[in-house]
């Protein structure tokens, strides 16, 4: 088929995919398309990117930057802010969620012992606009609704227009593996394959739970035409996991999907008990095995070499150089400047290595220890705030639960924890939607299951017998 015309028919195919998912039950804030544009942005290439602007990085000197870019990030933070400021609940939510206000605090006070200061804090000034995004979905009237069309729209788009790229376009969607030689990898819309990975398993497990509760819900309305809708996002994304070739984004999928089909079952609604011994089943599993003896085995089985495919290598190099280990290099400033030839030089001279490939070896080389402990509270602080949640919402509970937990695998072998990165993103998404159920469920009684079936239902304003809770949390008479 011409690319041409495989084009018009992914276009019009994109278009069918939007019509069929539409939901007039509900309306979330048009400021949703903020958040939506920032994950098309930073969940493919960067706009200068898709105009063949070539932003060439150079070891040994500062990473260039692209006025569009900077002006597009900087036009959604600021509309962004706009939006939030006409907003009342995004304070409560955010002092609930105090460890990472804490996390981005420190990140800050970093910058003091940083070689490059200025670079650190239009970094940091980057990385909180992931925040504002967040907050823009959780503070909708709509919350549940509004993440909904959020996991939507962005694979709408990104998803078959990565399967357009590779399948017809092989110079944009492909390109080759820096650590493979002349091996030909899939990148679709994204800059590699482990990217694309990251993104497809994050939307498809999205999506799956949308699956799960039309399937289950027959009162859902239009549930016929959009089930056909995330069925097809189903499958793309599953599709795309086997052409991206990541096995740590591929593994984590299977992993979340089996977490959240697993926890919705009834027997685990009730006892959350089980759900935390599953839990530390899975994560001491994997962490004992790959600490004595199991790594062969179990990196085997996902596709890796006994070495991550090269990573401990990097993992060797990098961690000596750490110019504090309390408080590291500064947010984000490690790989940037004469550190960067170093690692390029002491590992070879054969790629061109800018991370870690590790999401808390990261984290420190930028934060010190300080910083891992940081990125240690929000993880154990969102997992138990998500298990709240799910003792309130279980299906919508399962889905925040299977992301916090499968992000702290996923960056074992992947720098996750790093601004503008996708799995950062949905952690805080997954932490911050947690905090605003556990808020909900302290402003209204539980009876009878009610709570659950007005959340499922993503009323905006939640009626319990004589009084109700309005969108913005505030209880009134």
């Known amino acids: 088929m011409p690319p041409q015309i495989a084009t018009v028919i992914f276009a019009v195919g994109i278009a069918g995919?939007?019509?069929?998912?539409?939901?007039?039950?509900?309306?979330?804030?048009?400021?949703?398309?903020?958040?939506?544009?920032?994950?098309?942005?930073?969940?493919?290439?960067?706009?200068?990117?898709?105009?063949?602007?070539?932003?060439?990085?150079?070891?040994?000197?500062?990473?260039?930057?692209?006025?569009?870019?900077?002006?597009?990030?900087?036009?959604?933070?600021?509309?962004?802010?706009?939006?939030?400021?006409?907003?009342?609940?995004?304070?409560?939510?955010?002092r609930a969620s105090w460890p990472i206000v804490v996390y981005f605090s420190f990140s800050l006070a970093s910058l003091a012992f940083s070689d490059y200061p200025a670079w650190g804090l239009k970094r940091w000034v980057r990385a909180l606009g992931d925040v504002i995004m967040v907050l823009i979905v959780v503070t909708d009237a709509q919350p549940a609704a509004a993440l909904r069309r959020l996991i939507s729209r962005v694979g709408f788009v990104l998803l078959p227009a990565s399967v357009l790229l590779i399948r017809y376009y092989p110079q944009l969607g492909r390109g080759f593996d820096p650590f493979g030689g002349d091996a030909i990898v899939n990148t679709g819309v994204t800059t590699n394959k482990n990217v694309l990975g990251l993104l497809t398993y994050l939307v498809?497990?999205?999506?799956?739970?949308?699956?799960?509760?039309?399937?289950?819900?027959?009162?859902?309305?239009?549930?016929?035409?959009?089930?056909?809708?995330?069925?097809?996002?189903?499958?793309?994304?599953?599709?795309?996991?086997?052409?991206?070739?990541?096995?740590?984004?591929?593994?984590?999928?299977?992993?979340?999907?089996?977490?959240?089909?697993?926890?919705?079952?009834?027997?685990?609604?009730?006892?959350?008990?089980?759900?935390?011994?599953?839990?530390?089943?899975?994560?001491?599993?994997?962490?004992?095995?790959?600490?004595?003896?199991g790594n062969s085995a179990i990196t085997g089985a996902v596709g890796r070499k006994s070495d991550f495919s090269g990573r401990t290598e990097v993992w060797a190099v990098v961690i000596p150089m750490v110019p504090n280990p309390i408080v590291g290099a500064g947010f984000e400033t490690f790989w940037v400047g004469p550190r960067v030839r170093e690692v390029f030089v002491t590992h070879g001279g054969y790629t061109m290595t800018n991370e870690a490939h590790n999401g808390y070896i990261e984290v420190y080389l930028n934060l010190g220890w300080i910083g891992v402990g940081l990125i240690a509270l929000i993880l154990g602080q969102g997992y138990r705030t998500a298990v709240r949640a799910f003792r309130r919402e279980s299906e919508l509970g399962a889905l925040l639960v299977a992301y916090v937990v499968t992000l702290m695998l996923y960056n074992i072998t992947e720098a996750g924890f790093r601004m503008l990165s996708l799995s950062l993103f949905f952690l805080f998404l997954s932490i911050v939607s947690a905090c605003r159920i556990n808020r909900l469920a302290k402003t209204a009684p539980e009876s009878d299951g009610e709570f659950d079936r007005h959340l499922a239902n993503n009323s905006d304003v939640l009626e319990f017998d004589d009084w109700k809770v309005t969108g913005d949390l505030r209880p009134v008479e």
Not at 27 to 36: D, E, F, G, T
Not at 264 to 287: N, Q
């Open 204 to 293: 498809t497990l999205g999506t799956l739970w949308q699956v799960l509760v039309l399937w289950r819900d027959k009162t859902q309305p239009s549930r016929t035409r959009r089930l056909v809708a995330q069925g097809a996002l189903l499958w793309f994304g599953i599709s795309l996991l086997f052409t991206a070739h990541s096995a740590t984004s591929g593994a984590c999928f299977v992993l979340g999907a089996a977490l959240m089909l697993v926890t919705t079952l009834p027997f685990f609604r009730a006892r959350t008990g089980v759900v935390h011994a599953l839990v530390l089943a899975i994560l001491i599993g994997g962490s004992l095995s790959l600490l004595f003896g």
């Open 17 to 94: 995919l939007f019509w069929l998912d539409r939901d007039d039950s509900v309306r979330p804030s048009r400021a949703l398309w903020l958040p939506v544009i920032w994950l098309w942005s930073n969940g493919s290439r960067p706009p200068s990117g898709w105009l063949g602007i070539n932003m060439t990085e150079i070891a040994g000197q500062l990473p260039p930057s692209s006025p569009i870019d900077q002006f597009l990030a900087a036009s959604l933070i600021l509309l962004g802010v706009a939006v939030l400021c006409r907003r009342r609940d995004w304070g409560a939510l955010l």
